[in-house]
């Protein structure tokens, strides 16, 4: 938990990942505990992303009430 894996990076098999450890190379290798800023970055990158869902989402209902109902029309 908590760990960042850089992009690009191949885990060999059976690789265990420390939590909160930086992982990075191929093969992919603990560089170094991942940082206060990095943590922060994956808790406002995680709200983000729920926050686009929820917008996204009311969108999409938006457009089904505003769309005409075409259920047998010729």
């Known amino acids: 938990a908590g760990s960042?894996?850089?992009a690009g990076s191949l885990l060999p098999p059976r690789m265990?990942?420390?939590p909160g450890s930086l992982v990075l190379g191929n093969p992919a290798k603990v560089v170094r505990p991942v940082r206060d800023a990095e943590k922060k970055m994956i808790a406002d990158g995680s709200t983000h992303y729920v926050a686009?869902?929820?917008r996204y989402r009311r969108a999409l209902l938006e457009k089904a009430v505003d769309a005409p109902n075409?259920?047998?029309s010729p």
């Open 16 to 18: 265990v990942v420390p």
């Open 52 to 54: 686009n869902a929820d």
């Open 4 to 6: 960042l894996i850089g």
């Open 70 to 72: 075409t259920k047998g």
